[in-house]
């Protein structure tokens, strides 16, 4: 029995020298634009989009088309749209040496070590070849960069982020929309004081109570905070730290999120919101179906409207720059790029922008117009327009910069602090050491 | 044994079950043995570490401990809901002349549903805001003071989140225990009833003592199934809000596909097995001691 | 942990005879009513939940987000189940379930019955060893398998195959259903084997024709058990399985899940009771069966 086990214990150990060695190996940098005969195939993307938006019934189609002229060719779509699955299954892809052709990712520090070891075509390069790189936003494109200012994702998508408020309300409890994020708490105590929900909130997904951290150091320092934060150049305990911290634990003092939110999930916050209890829901453009079409609830259709993140006394970025993102990004895999991938890339890219727009969605390109649907309140066209009057800078969600550990205890302890059950000092000591440990092993 | 048994016969039956069961459980459990002492997110190389991944577990991770314990209370209010509700329901049919076979097929039902409604359904349940269901019930038998939203109060969470799953399987013991009460000889318990027997001695001097062995069986099915608990938290709360109800089994999952820190996950596996042996051998000492008491 | 445990357990079901007993014994009645009470109070809560899933998903998406969610609905619709169908694979989906579970179980209930009879009927020299190392797979927790069996999997390339979800479940089953059938074994008189082996009967053709008749009744209760687990399992089908055309149930309800974590809830309930009705249904036909599979095992300890 025992010299079984010591066999067995080899046998695994080996299996798992295998596997990581061929993780370790670097495959050669790629030439974007490789010359061969396009030999049609199946090829995959693995990603993580809603299974009947628009991005996938669109590359469906382009795929569909494109297989017309170049018979054997299909494009194999596995989506996951559930995002803390999908990057589970991404990270253990990645770490079986067994990406498909396409995936999808965040600029994530993971990604980028991805990118680092050659496992990704350089998608600058990439998009310039195609002739297709000066059609997109410059923001779109900024969202995908890794810190450096390398560019490895493609988006699909681009969006923009606002407060959503209800007009009625706000008047009922005898309070202004919001000049400077400060005089947020005080405008949820009056709310509170008018029996109003202040702000509906998803806790159960994190990211939307993790914007609310970004906020004010967006403001106070452009978006450096985060990029030195990750690594832990900057602290919590900084200036501008200390200032977002104190400042969620007054949206706590104040009850500014409804009620028990950290177990309400997306629906209920939003429902909170179109049924007219709560007052105001941050939430981006890809809602605009929900929030600007006649579906919404006609009970609060005239009051809604919304506002951009407000800024701050001495703000150092502008009120046109605030969260804009241009969502998960599409990465080629270096290891099977090959004429084929590169001619439907080319295909299909060209083709996009075209097919998006019309869906009533921001292109992540600026040679379209976007659609608005016919039964789009004034709302729609009024969202869409502020995609042309955005300044330079954007406000990244932090998910998508830190290291996961970090990301992770920093969704959890904001959960703590905004329900009041850790203080600001606790928290502060708790980050910036949960920072310390795990950054390094991410940005050596 | 059979007297026509040769060796070649029992390879024949014994090394197939042994050969899928070493493949799926005994060989990936040394695999993360020999994991646990490696430093790997999956891209890099792995690097040995030694005994780095347990010390950092055991001096240096505030989450892992408040995990751990998380992981007892859990399992502690599963095995009162379970064996308590289990061994009450059994006790109340034993009763009962008429319909017990229908209410025993009722009673086992939630065992069917999956654990993504049963997740999103206790969510309505201890809402605040809307007033669920718990909160309604509470403020119309006056108890107005205990309402709350116990899902995001840290000192309800972990029973919140715990209830679900006792309630679950409470249904499958309540079978065992009951089947094992049916089978108290009856000529015992007239016997001590003629002797004056209030039915508390007549369950603590007769039917408990007969039905031990079931009892230990089930005590160790409901402890492994407790300490197994997984899906209910990592779905209703996925841990918080904060760590409050994060257990280990929640903890290593996040550790190993979110984090992508598989050797410290692993780590922490073995430290699982390890747990759960030794809460089995506790419970088989425990009880067979008072047995022979 | 248990000793916190017993005492509180004794409490709860000390509460029934609270009264005293010559009272109760001379008026059974009372205390007969009170339980019968108690009985249906605890069955509601049982079977409540399933009841509010099944009214849910006749709900219109308005009155779900608005209206009060635990009373009865406005209207009934049937939109919900349209959508459900239109948006996911539910055929595929139980089919892939339907494949998993029953390979799942015949590896379950073959070769658990093999394990048990090599242990229990024919014996030998380590089967106290073999037994402990069943044990281990009882008490250790699934979770602990997915690194590895990942890794493996990649190297061998079974990712993404029915295999991959049917290897794990199974074995992980495998001890529960070796114990049962260990238990039962138990049961048939020795002199029966004696008989059969006098008879010039070999192990083979006492498994086949003694053994393997007799077993009917654990055979039912060892894949009923293991189907509700398995039918319902998420973490292994989450973990190894990516493409569209293999996922099974749990994962199918992942469809409804739209952009950022929106989720159409009434159509995920619509799918949810489409997708266990397929299990509630053998579930309701087999119970008798099964209940009594568990019974005759419990007996036995």
């Given amino acids: 029995m025992k010299k079984l086990f010591r066999t067995a214990a080899l046998a695994a150990a080996a ?15 790629t030439n974007v634009s490789p010359t061969g005969e396009i030999k049609p195939r199946e090829i995959s993307w693995l990603l993580s989009r809603p299974a009947d938006g628009a991005v996938i019934n669109i590359m469906k189609k382009l795929a569909a088309d494109y297989a017309k002229d170049h018979p054997g060719f299909s494009l194999n779509l596995i989506t996951t749209p559930d995002r803390p699955s999908y990057i589970q299954k ?9 990406l498909p052709e396409l995936f999808d990712t965040d600029a994530t520090p993971f990604a980028r070590q991805l990118a680092q070891q050659g496992k990704m075509v350089d998608a600058e390069k990439l998009l310039k070849s195609l002739n297709v790189y000066d059609s997109y936003r410059p923001g779109a494109l900024d969202y995908q960069r890794f810190d450096d200012g390398s560019l490895y994702m493609i988006p699909f998508q681009f969006e923009l982020e606002f407060i959503w408020y209800n007009k009625a309300l706000l008047q009922k409890a005898g309070v202004a929309v919001p000049k400077s994020l400060d005089d947020i708490p005080a405008m949820c105590t009056a709310l509170r004081q008018a029996g109003i929900t202040p702000i509906a909130i998803d806790g159960q997904d994190q990211w939307p109570l993790e914007r609310y951290v970004a906020y004010q150091p967006f403001r106070a320092q452009g978006p450096d905070f985060i990029q030195k934060l990750k690594k832990g150049d900057a602290k919590f305990a900084d200036a501008a730290g200390q200032k977002t911290v104190q400042w969620l634990s007054s949206l706590g003092k104040a009850k500014c999120f409804q009620d028990g939110f950290s177990a309400q999930g997306y629906s209920d916050a939003q429902n909170q919101f179109t049924s007219g209890q709560a007052a105001m829901y941050n939430i981006g453009t890809w809602e605009l179906p929900s929030l600007a079409t006649d579906k919404l609830n006609p009970a609060v259709r005239n009051d809604v409207d919304f506002f951009t993140l407000p800024t701050t006394a001495g703000s150092a970025t502008a009120a046109n720059e605030y969260v804009s993102p241009s969502g998960i990004g599409m990465a080629v895999n270096a290891k099977t790029y090959d004429p084929l991938v590169a001619d439907f890339l080319k295909f299909a890219l060209n083709k996009y922008p075209t097919e998006y727009a019309a869906t009533g969605a921001l292109s992540p390109t600026t040679n379209v117009q976007t659609t608005v649907p016919a039964n789009a309140t004034p709302l729609y066209k009024k969202a869409l327009d502020k995609a042309n009057d955005l300044g330079t800078k954007q406000a990244m969600p932090w998910d998508t910069q830190l290291d996961p550990t970090t990301n992770t205890r920093l969704q959890q302890e904001l959960v703590l602090l905004v329900q009041g059950n850790t203080t600001p000092e606790q928290f502060t000591s708790t980050m910036d050491s949960t920072i ?3 950054a390094p092993k991410f940005f050596k | 044994m059979l007297p026509t048994r040769s060796r070649l016969s029992v390879l024949v039956f014994l090394l197939p079950p042994l050969l899928l069961y070493g493949a799926a459980v005994l060989f990936p459990i040394l695999q993360s043995l020999f994991l646990s002492f490696f430093s790997w997110n999956g891209i890099s190389d792995m690097e040995f570490i030694g005994l780095a991944n347990y ?7 505030d989450v892992f401990w408040r995990s751990f314990f998380n992981a007892l209370g859990y399992l502690a209010i599963c095995l009162i809901l379970q064996l308590g509700g289990a061994l009450f329901v059994a006790s109340l049919l034993t009763s009962l002349r008429r319909g017990a076979e229908l209410i025993k097929t009722l009673y086992l039902l939630p065992a069917v549903i999956s654990t993504v409604a049963i997740a999103f359904l206790f969510v309505r349940i201890y809402s605040i805001d809307p007033v669920g269901l718990l909160n309604q019930l509470l403020h119309w038998i006056g108890l107005g003071d205990l309402e709350r939203a116990w899902l995001s109060d840290v000192n309800t969470v972990l029973a919140a989140v715990s209830a679900p799953e006792g309630w679950r399987f409470t249904g499958l013991y309540m079978l065992i225990i009951y089947a094992a009460l049916l089978a108290v000889p009856k000529e015992l318990e007239e016997a001590a009833i003629l002797d004056g027997a209030s039915r508390w001695q007549l369950f603590t001097k007769i039917r408990f003592p007969f039905i031990r062995p079931v009892w230990i069986t ?3 099915m409901a402890t492994t199934y407790g300490l197994r608990g997984f899906d209910i938290p990592y779905l209703m709360t996925n841990g918080g809000p904060g760590q409050s109800s994060e257990l280990l089994t929640t903890y290593m999952y996040k550790t190993a596909f979110t984090s992508t820190d598989f050797g410290y996950a692993s780590t922490i596996s073995v430290f699982i097995v390890i747990e759960c042996l030794v809460a089995v051998g506790l419970i088989l000492v425990m009880l067979k001691r008072k047995a022979d008491a | 942990m248990t000793a916190q445990a017993a005492p509180v357990t004794r409490t709860i079901s000390a509460l029934p005879s609270s009264s005293p007993p010559y009272r ?3 008026r059974p009645s009372l205390y007969r009513t009170l339980s019968k009470t108690l009985i249906i109070l605890i069955v509601i809560v049982q079977v409540y939940p399933l009841a509010w899933l099944f009214i849910t998903s006749l709900r219109t998406e308005h009155d779900f987000a608005t ?10 619709t049937l939109d919900n189940y349209a959508r459900a169908f239109q948006t996911g694979n539910l055929g595929l989906n139980i089919l892939n379930s339907f494949i998993v579970t029953m390979g799942a179980n015949v590896l379950i209930v073959i070769l658990g019955m093999m394990a048990a009879y090599a242990i229990q009927v024919l014996g030998f020299r380590l089967s106290h060893l073999v037994r402990g190392l069943f044990l281990i797979g009882i008490i250790v927790p699934v979770q602990i398998a997915l690194v590895p069996l990942f890794i493996d999997y990649s190297t061998v390339n079974l990712l993404d195959t029915y295999q991959s979800m049917i290897i794990p479940l199974a074995g992980f089953s495998l001890p529960m259903s070796v114990y049962l059938f260990s238990s039962f074994f138990e049961y048939i008189p020795r002199e029966t084997y004696e008989a059969a082996s006098l008879d010039g009967a070999g192990p083979y053709r006492i498994f086949g024709l003694i053994t393997l008749p007799l077993s009917v009744n654990t055979v039912v209760t060892v894949v009923l058990v293991n189907s509700i687990f398995i039918w319902n399992d998420f973490i292994f089908a989450n973990t190894f399985v990516l493409s569209e055309e293999l996922k099974t149930i749990p ?3 992942q469809n409804y899940i739209g952009a950022m974590g929106k989720v159409d809830w009434t159509a995920t309930f619509a799918a949810v009771c489409v997708t266990i009705t397929p299990l509630l249904l053998v579930f309701l036909v087999l119970n008798k069966a099964m209940i009594q599979g568990l019974e005759s095992g419990a007996t036995k300890g």
Wanted: with cysteine.
């Fill in chain 3, 251 to 253: 994962l199918g309800l």
């Fill in chain 1, 436 to 438: 310390a440990q795990n």
């Fill in chain 1, 90 to 98: 991404l990270e253990t892809l990645a770490a079986a040496n067994k």
């Fill in chain 3, 67 to 76: 209206g009060d969610p635990f009373a009865l609905p406005a209207a009934l």
């Fill in chain 3, 24 to 26: 109760s014994r001379r």
């Fill in chain 1, 15 to 29: 299996a798992l020298a295998l596997s990581a060695c061929g993780g370790g190996a670097a495959s050669s940098p």
């Fill in chain 2, 218 to 220: 089930t005590v160790i």
């Fill in chain 2, 55 to 61: 010390l950092r577990m055991f001096t240096g991770d």
